[in-house]
């Protein structure tokens, strides 16, 4: 009898002798050698969804801000997030968020190492068996619908890697909804709408028409009546971004009453420009604007990433001095607005907010949000998804990566309480306004350099500041990132948030060592998750001490 999963992978023979790997964002890798994983993501995805009992599962296919001859794949839940470690929306066939429970047995590592394994089985016959063996060790039904909603950013191996996944679907007779070419966190946007429609925490219409609509009425309602001044440039990367931001920008208010956007690298017809000298992940490496920016004096520029769901702000000063406002920044910003409209809204005594951030935060930020803010500080190991799970847990949680992925989410009963709450004067009815409208501009899915871009623009117009206000809250601790090519990144193993080594023996206190002579000196090394490399970070008082710190640490770990 003819197994379709076996004939669907055959069509699509693994690369000679790659072994894949599901890390912090999916299989990434070079290209060419993706087609495979692509067909067996197709049916990883399809068991996912049957084991939800035919909930929507997204598959992204992007590589973010690598090299525009790289591509990748990442799977997406339910309700927009990452594979998580506790689902919010179980193995029920009602689409209820609220309904909580801990009888899912399905851990991320779980299906993060069941996407790995499937992605290296060598035959097709292989690759059948354990797509079986899968569905009766955890007793899925194969005869439950599947239902899975692609989408892909602008690289030209897309189309290719799109049939394969198309190819892996079919043969696991899934349903199949192809958006195209969406940014990352518009796909999360659409997973959420499709599993929440007609229900009382519908998130939106499934278009991308819907996601505009949303996003341009939330700020017009957030901005209440103030107008943002100047304009804002707003480098593409040369990738999805830029299309995108051409059509949301129909759905803001027109530019003499709202907010004039200049977009720039926004070149898509030539796939090789993408992340090439722009974008957001250029800028925050090389702190510096890309070499085509045309911008002038404290003219406020945002640069965001390949695929949209990362952004930082950026200008130059009078003396022509670059200044780098990332995601640390954005967290602050968000934070402290945010903060207030609870409490200008009465809601204070019922609603705490709290800030995560990672390893990477800059000390400086950390220090702003406890001694100023007098904010909760929660730290996790690299990673959206182990961020948004931590925020999960606040009634609002404010949760930026220092290199400008990030978002805020409120929690289920913080919502209801922000939907209830019968304002008791005028200035409570207005800050409650601004803060439900808020509630809508912030993509809860996930990070979104679009959705944050607007928040940023909204609180900056509320406050009346430009960047060299926002810059002047507190001064960053100078810094330095290094990467170090090392032959075995997996000997480097860590704890405590990824901020001390355990393993190799021995390199943490040579660490400690250093670290301890340096005024105000922090630093960390870690094996990066996404590249073959370990990742240094150092900071202290001055430029020369960070980098001199660096140097050293980066000298133990070679
Ligand atoms: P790794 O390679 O694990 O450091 C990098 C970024 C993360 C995150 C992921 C996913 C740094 C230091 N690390 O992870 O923040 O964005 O890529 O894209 O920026
Ligand atoms: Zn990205």
Redesign the pocket.
Known sequence: MADPIAEAVAKHPPAQSVVYSY???GF?TKANVLDSVMARCGLVAALRSRALKGKWIGIMITA??NPPEDNGVKLVEPLGNMLTVWSTLLLYPCCDVRMRTRTNRYTQEEWEVLATEMANKSSPEEVSKHYRAIADKFHIDLQTPARVVIARDTRASGARLLSCVLNGLKGASAEAKDFGFLTTPQLHYMVRCLNTEGTADAYGAPTEKGYYEKLGEAFKRALHGKKPSGSLTVDCANGVGGPKLTELIKYLPPKGEGLEIFVVNDDVIKPESLNVECGA?FV?TNQRAPPSSKAGSNDRCCSLDGDAD?VIYYFKDSKNMFHLLDGDRIATLAASFLGDLVRQSGLSDSLTLGVVQ?A?ANGAATNYVVQNLKLKVDCTP???KYLHHAAEKMDIGVYF???G?GTVIFSIDTLETIAKYEPRSPAQKEALDILRACVDLINQAVGDALSDMLLVEVILAHKNWGLQEWLSTYDDLPNR?LKVKVTDRRIFETTDAERRLVKPKGVQDDIDTIVKKVRQGRSFA??????D?V?V?AEAASRAEADDLAQKVYKIIE
């Open positions: 890390g912090t964002a990434r973010s801000h992940d925050k990362r990672t990477y690299t990673g959206v990566e220092a290199n992925h990132l870690r094996a990066s998750g996404t590249e490399a990742r970070y």
